[in-house]
């Protein structure tokens, strides 16, 4: 966020605790400067964004280009902020000169350069210099004044100086009242004669004005006791709000002849100042303001992953002025940092502050069209919408006309006439100029705000756009598009189509996808075209490397930012298309559609809850099985028992198959010529749509269905790695790490953007398989699911050195079916129990090294670490090792009871072995009252290794707080006890 905001200098700073800790010691940059530091040791600076966070200086020149500061690089590790100021890094100096009559008499001749004060203020000011054209002016006077009004015969107060050449210390004595009615002054009593520099100062205390005045400069400008006190008036006719300033009268001084002073605030008081002319005669006067007063902030412009809210921002820079950069942090953080900063050539403007290209950044033309929020499907997209030019081949400007053959290109006609007859190319600054308003400087490129500025049907259009990138290396420069679009996108790197997705959506405030192109050296041009049915029409379009850092004004790359070109540029034909590198199924966390095999529509009699977590943890497939089988393209699975052992109902995908086939973006391509989006969300509502708008088969549903889909990671190491499962889902969700439920969330909702729920998991050494089961019931039907370790995601590219993707793998790709051993127990007839490490079983079944076995696990009536025997029952083969140990879950042995209940929080739902989170999921206790408890009866005696607690994750979760958990023996007394939690 951009703002103007406060003002600031370095006087009165406490101890630097190193050089630039303040302004007066900034470090001077110049563009292309990169600086590491930290903050931690730094002191507050109070006219910063977040005035109470650590801040250090520097500086840079203008030369009337587009300067950039950013903290977006590898060296910044914490919350970073900016502010940008400019004046002096000291005190503010004021120089007046003025001649004419006197101050107070009703001709009431002076300059007066004040701003405006509200309620109680104190001001002060050292009379730096004083000079006379005829090096007398026995009369001029000069100092601080208070005014009601802007006008000469205002009531006002005064304290003042005489000039150094009035040795009349008679008259300056005793004058308190003059002849202006109402008007009020006093007079320092200061002989002429005496030392300089001296020093004033005005007070107002609710309705008293208060002047003081020193010879030496106070120790401490607003304390009094560093002060000598002069004449007191009781002023309760001057109004809250005042004029404060600083005054100056040659009072006829050896005629109409100017004197010239020159002020020093001491309070930073008047950094900004206004100039008041009372009927001056015979003398010029002008005005200069010191200080420093920010112009523009920032706070968490850029992202890198793994650390968010770090800062960027641009701006115009005048000739040879100096910009302060202060970094700071939000709140009262501190940490390292790193600031890089460049500096444009002159007259350039910002096109790219933030790492999306701006609105004012792109040339668009705005057209009707009939293919709805999808337009029309991925090959018409790919098709010309403005025939018969050829968007690659032109270089269109805002006022360009295009006398477009709507028989012949996609697009259907022109109705924003409102701009001119025909279709005619505009930008931002374009409409502004023509009276129709709209914000250029906004991320969000809002062609549905321009089109209903015109007054025009803001559904069924499409918005082609361009906009210029250079890259001023001699190498090509590999990037990532990142787009985010309402409704469908498609964009072009100079003649090569980069990115295409077909989707009714809304616009999200990141990347929905990312698709790697090549940035020729020299200018580049990027079209984009975005298709609305109805509701939004926008776009948000950034370039990011390929390890997804932001690319903006400020980049070190050599990337310029042109924007619209003005009708100067020109992009490139038979230029390179997109990249010659393998990113792996999930480039940027999540893993994309191309890296899942998939089933769907599988027909869902359930709804959007998937019947809850009880049915959804069922077997959706039988006979087969997700924990031993490991599917791929081409697999058909035309035995599944819909609606007896499979609580699934049928599978329907328009007749293309005989029946449920598996299915990966590739193999749909290769069989059936269906492009299928790729991208982060894997959006099964629009594969559903695009294969059902190819036209070669019959209608795809997509309401009340769920989707069953594969991918496989693999763990190089020779130890399991702890991570977390993260899901985001529209609606439910549940995820099998090889045979082991980990995410179970009943729920109907939209998906978001980050995870919606973590699920702590263990990646065994090998490949393992990862599956996810998504339930809809009407509207969107999509996922997100990321690998997370350590809190941070991790990715395909670059290469993991310990967890690999492997995508859909290949035929002989499998995950760990031994882990699925068919178990017994006699405390829990769960088909795989909850290990706190999971078991590795090794063994040959059938006698064949390397063939899965089966397996009983027997545990006794008390569930003792090591009471549980293993032995083989494969034919034939042997068990020769085994590793962990089992953990049951007892808890739903028990019988639970609570001190109240209420809105049907049942106690038995804190152990129904469902950890979902989300209220609406049917999981979660709820009391009604103060001092509740809640406990559990395990009806048997058990050792107790571990006792885990799932806090409520939709609201309220602070509820569960200061709360004590006791285990009891029989009679019981507590036998283990943690309080304070």
């Not at 601080?144 to 004595?173: K, V, W």
């Not at 329907?652 to 790729?678: A, C, H, K, M, R």
Request: hydrophobic share 35%; glycine share 14%.
């Amino acid at each position: 966020m951009l703002a103007v905001f406060g003002l600031l200098a370095c006087t009165g700073s406490t101890a630097f605790s190193q050089e630039n800790d303040g302004p007066c010691g900034a470090i001077a940059l110049e563009s292309g400067d990169s600086v590491t530091g930290s903050t931690a040791d730094a002191t507050p600076d109070e006219g910063a964004l977040f005035p109470n966070a650590p801040g250090v200086w520097y500086t840079l020149v203008g030369n009337r280009g587009v300067a950039t500061a950013g903290t977006c690089g590898e060296g910044s590790s914490y919350d970073t902020a900016l502010s940008i100021f400019t004046g002096n890094c000291g005190d503010a100096v004021v120089n007046t000169s003025t001649s004419g009559g006197d101050i107070w008499t009703g001709g009431d001749d002076f300059q007066f350069d004040y701003t405006e004060m509200t309620g109680d203020f104190d001001v002060a000011i050292e009379l730096v210099d004083y000079s006379h054209d005829t090096g007398a002016g026995r009369w001029g006077k000069m100092g601080l004044m208070a005014r009601r009004e802007l006008t000469r015969e205002s009531e006002f107060m005064q304290t003042q100086f005489h000039g150094p050449a009035n040795d009349d210390i008679a008259r300056q004595a005793g004058r308190r009242e003059h002849g202006v009615a109402g008007g009020g002054m006093y007079e320092i009593i200061l002989d002429g004669a005496g030392p300089r520099p001296a020093f004033t100062r005005l007070t107002r205390r609710g309705n008293i004005f208060q002047s003081w005045w020193s010879a030496e400069a106070p120790a401490d400008p607003r304390d009094d006791a560093s002060w000598n006190a002069g004449h007191a008036e009781d002023r309760a006719t001057m109004g809250d709000t005042v004029f404060v300033g600083l005054a100056n009268s040659d009072h006829n001084s050896d005629g109409a002849i100017p004197q010239h002073v020159t002020y020093s605030s001491l309070n930073d008081d008047f950094n900004e100042t206004s100039a008041f002319v009372g009927n001056d005669v015979g003398g010029g006067s002008g005005t200069s303001a010191g200080g420093l007063t920010a112009i523009l902030n920032n706070d968490d412009a850029c992202v890198r992953p793994g650390q968010c809210c770090l800062s960027s921002i641009s701006w115009e820079t005048e000739d040879n002025v100096t910009y302060y950069i202060l970094v700071h942090g939000w709140g009262s953080s501190s940490g390292a940092f790193q600031l890089d900063v460049s500096l444009g050539e002159p007259g350039a403007t910002p096109v790219n502050p933030n790492g999306w290209i701006q609105a004012e950044g792109w040339n668009f033309l705005i057209l009707d069209q009939d293919g709805g929020c999808g337009g029309g499907g991925l090959d018409r997209m790919a098709g010309n919408w403005a025939s018969p030019f050829n968007i690659f081949d032109e270089e269109p400007q805002a006022g360009d006309v295009w006398d477009i053959d709507f028989g012949a290109a996609q697009s259907r006609g022109w109705t924003l006439t409102a701009v001119a007859e025909l279709p005619t190319w505009g930008t931002t600054a374009f409409l502004n100029d023509n009276g129709i308003g709209v914000n250029g400087q906004d991320d969000l490129v809002n062609f549905d705000a321009y089109v209903g500025a015109l007054g025009a049907n803001t559904d069924n259009l499409v918005a082609i756009s361009t906009t210029y990138v250079e890259n001023t290396t001699d190498e090509a420069i590999w990037v990532n598009f990142c787009t985010s679009s309402d409704d469908s996108i498609r964009a072009d790197m100079n003649d090569n189509l980069i990115t295409n997705v077909s989707a009714c959506r809304g616009s999200a405030g990141d990347c929905q996808e990312r698709a790697c192109a090549t940035l020729d050296p020299g200018m580049n041009k990027i079209t984009t075209h975005v298709w609305e049915g109805g509701g939004g029409f926008n776009m948000r379009f950034g370039l990011r490397t390929l390890d997804n850092q932001v690319i903006n004004d400020s980049n070190d790359l050599g990337i310029v930012f042109h924007g619209s070109g003005g009708g100067d540029l020109e992009g490139q034909v038979g230029s390179a298309a997109g990249c010659d590198i393998d990113f792996g199924p999930a480039p940027s966390g999540w893993i994309q559609t191309s890296g899942w095999n998939m089933l769907f529509p599988v027909l869902n009699p359930l709804g959007c809850g998937g019947g809850g977590t009880g049915v959804m943890g069922q077997n959706w497939v039988a006979p087969h099985d997700l924990g031993v089988e490991d599917p791929k393209a081409g697999d058909e699975w035309l035995d599944i028992d819909f609606g007896g052992a499979s609580p699934a109902a049928g599978y329907n995908n328009g007749g293309l198959s005989d029946g449920p086939i598996w299915v990966t973006t590739q193999f749909i391509s290769d069989n059936l010529g269906i492009e299928l989006p790729n991208g982060d969300l894997v959006d099964f509502q629009v594969m559903a749509e695009t294969i059902q708008n190819a036209g070669i088969g019959g209608a795809v549903p997509n309401d009340n269905v769920m989707s069953i889909a594969t991918t496989y990671i693999e763990n190089v190491t020779d130890s399991p790695i702890a991570i977390d499962i993260c899901t985001s889902s529209d609606d439910s969700v549940l995820t099998m790490l090889n045979c082991n439920i980990i995410t179970n969330v009943s729920a109907c909702r939209g998906s978001g953007g980050d995870c919606q729920e973590r699920r702590a998991a263990s990646l065994l050494p090998g490949i393992n398989k990862l599956s996810a089961l998504v339930w809809e019931g009407g509207g969107g039907w999509n996922m997100r699911i990321a690998i997370e370790r350590d809190g941070a995601k991790v990715s395909s590219f670059p290469v993991n050195d310990d967890i690999h993707f492997l995508g859909a793998g290949d035929a002989d790709t499998v995950g760990q079916p031994t882990l699925c051993a068919a178990r017994t127990a006699t405390l829990t007839d769960n088909a795989c129990p909850v290990a706190s490490v999971p078991f590795q079983i090794t063994g040959n079944g059938g006698g064949v090294a390397g063939d899965a076995i089966t397996v009983v696990e027997s545990f006794g009536p008390v569930a003792a670490l090591n009471d549980y025997t293993i032995s083989d029952i494969s034919n034939g083969g042997t068990v020769e090792s085994t590793s962990g140990f089992a953990t049951l879950n007892v808890g739903p042995n028990g019988v639970a009871t609570q001190s109240s209940e209420g809105w049907g929080g049942a106690p038995g739902r804190a152990i129904d072995g469902n950890t979902d989170g989300q209220w609406g999921g049917g999981s979660v206790t709820h009391t009604n009252g103060m001092d509740s408890w809640w406990e559990v009866d395990l009806q048997s005696s058990y050792y107790i290794d571990s006792i885990r607690l799932w806090n409520r994750l939709d609201c309220c979760s602070e509820r569960l707080a200061n709360f004590t958990v006791q285990v009891l023996d029989i009679d019981r007394n507590v036998v283990f006890e943690s309080a304070g939690l």
